[in-house]
């Protein structure tokens, strides 16, 4: 199953980023009123390591900054 990483902050999110310069590293853009990324959710119980969540309708100004930083 994996272990999820709630990603709820700017801290949070300029961790994930750090990692991402030594190791491949996953993030979910996941969308509450969205079937297909409720979908992925449902198949986390199969993936082995990290997956970091950020949650759109929760997070816009992260979810922004990940959009401009990729």
């Known amino acids: ?3 999820v990483i709630l ?4 801290e949070k999110l300029e961790s994930f980023f ?3 310069y030594t190791r491949p590293v996953a993030l979910l853009k996941h ?8 979908h992925i959710l449902s198949q ?3 993936i082995d390591g990290d997956i ?3 949650v759109i309708q929760e997070t816009r100004g992260l979810s ?3 959009a401009e930083r990729t």
């Open 31 to 38: 969308s509450n009123s969205c079937g297909i990324s409720a």
């Open 64 to 66: 922004a900054l990940v």
């Open 44 to 46: 986390f119980d199969e």
């Open 1 to 3: 199953m994996a272990n």
């Open 52 to 54: 970091h969540l950020l």
């Open 18 to 20: 750090q990692k991402s």
């Open 7 to 10: 990603v709820d902050s700017k």
